[in-house]
């Protein structure tokens, strides 16, 4: 007599639990009397396994029929039943419960990672409805289901390969950027809806900038277009972008060229320290502003895909031009390299210096200048970004912003 399969047992296992987690939740609704619904915690355990047996008994053929007699007892119990209770979320998810058995045959993670979500969805019934119908307005549901189009349909249809001029353009990665600074700009409205917008949006600048610094701004700039009450706040958080951009370069040369270290601690420092002194002092401002009793900021919009797309447009001719530049002058010069790299990304061009002294080509000396010529050129892009997103007011005080960072750091250099 064969033994059975582990992978088979771990299967029937998966299945099991799956049908008592959701059967459990189901359970607890079910209620009692003549009146109660047809199906339990037996029920959806029982289809559960079924329909990991009929997968392992034959094929997907098997397992829809066994799906096929579910529904049809499901529409049969429902039939009886609808008078009392129209709702048909037990009956589908009875259907459900069946095909996630047959699932966790092939995909056993993935069929418990699917029931545990469903479970949770199915408990936490209440807290939806009263979250949808209470707390998030008619324009809030518009943009999630807008950011939820770009994110779960665009994005995976985007071609993931390099075309265009110079082979710089990956539709994949620009659309990218355009769920990036939406997701930026959507949890600036979270946090100014949560924390207030004095403590919103410099903690949501700061969070924004591990992310992407460059998108933060351009966020931030959107912000102050909606409502110049938050000017102060916003560029608050743009300076505190910039510091997470520079925990991340600290972060990336630990990791790759942890000696070069030595070299940057003073740029990365008082780059750091420049730009929270300079955020602190417009922190204040709003603090002040917000003593005096001015009227509160309003949220605006959660997302803007028109927005979004413009920046992704913005950025994209910053890559052509970087990519043209570095056609013309070549990658064998470090420094030219870095300094183009760094119009797109001001971690490019660093993470290029910091491999190099990892593998031995250059000196730990000789890598502090690329990595500051990448933060400097990228300042310069992002000065761009500020005025093209909040305009001269806005850009007016966040180009301060990156010139203590870019002047931090070449002090910081010229001390070391």
């Known amino acids: 007599m064969n033994s059975i399969p582990i992978s088979a047992f771990i299967s029937v296992c ?174 600036g409205y979270v946090a100014l809806r949560a924390l207030g917008p004095t403590r919103g949006l410099p903690l949501a600048g700061f969070v924004g900038g591990f992310v992407s610094s460059t998108a933060t701004i351009y966020a931030m700039g959107l912000r102050t277009r909606e409502h110049t009450a938050s000017m102060h706040t916003a560029v608050t958080g743009a300076a505190l972008s910039n510091v997470a951009t520079v925990i991340q370069l600290a972060v990336w040369t630990l990791l790759i060229a942890p000696d070069v270290i030595l070299h940057l601690a003073w740029p990365l420092a008082l780059s750091a320290a420049g730009s929270v002194v300079y955020g602190w002092a417009f922190y204040a401002l709003s603090k002040e502003n917000e003593g005096r009793g001015n009227a509160p900021i309003q949220q605006g919009r959660a997302f803007d895909l028109k927005s979004a797309v413009a920046f992704t447009s913005l950025l994209t001719g910053i890559l052509l031009l970087s990519a043209a530049l570095h056609a013309w002058l070549g990658s064998n010069a470090l420094w030219p390299t870095a300094a183009i790299t760094g119009l797109a990304d001001a971690h490019a061009g660093a993470l290029t210096a910091l491999s190099l002294v990892a593998n031995h080509k250059i000196t730990q000396e000789q890598a502090v200048w690329p990595v500051l010529l990448s933060l400097s050129t990228n300042a310069m892009s992002k000065a761009l970004v500020a005025f093209q997103s909040g305009g001269w007011h806005y850009a007016a005080r966040v180009v301060p912003s990156l010139l203590c960072l870019v002047g931090a750091a070449w002090l910081g250099a010229w001390l070391t």
Not at 41 to 64: E, P
Not at 139 to 161: C, K, Q
Request: aromatic residues 6%; glycine residues 10%.
């Open 14 to 187: 998966v299945a099991f639990g799956v049908g008592l987690l959701i059967g459990a939740e189901r359970e607890r609704s079910k209620g009692s009397g003549p009146h109660r619904r047809a199906a339990g915690i037996r029920t959806f355990t029982v289809s559960s396994v079924l329909g990991a047996v009929a997968m392992l008994l034959g094929d997907t053929t098997l397992l829809w029929i066994a799906t096929a007699f579910i529904g049809s007892l499901m529409c049969v119990a429902y039939l009886r039943t609808h008078t009392d209770d129209p709702g048909v979320t037990t009956e589908i998810t009875l259907v459900m419960c069946c095909v996630l058995g047959g699932l966790a045959v092939p995909e056993p993670a993935m069929a418990a990672g699917i029931g545990a979500g469903i479970a949770l969805l199915l408990a936490n019934k209440h807290q939806l409805h009263r979250w949808v119908g209470s707390w998030l307005s008619e324009g809030e549901l518009h943009d999630v289901l807008v950011f939820s189009a770009v994110a779960l349909i665009a994005l995976p249809l985007a071609p993931n390969r390099f075309m265009g001029p110079f082979d710089a353009l990956n539709p994949h990665a620009l659309t990218m950027l355009v769920v990036l600074i939406m997701a930026v700009h959507g949890l």
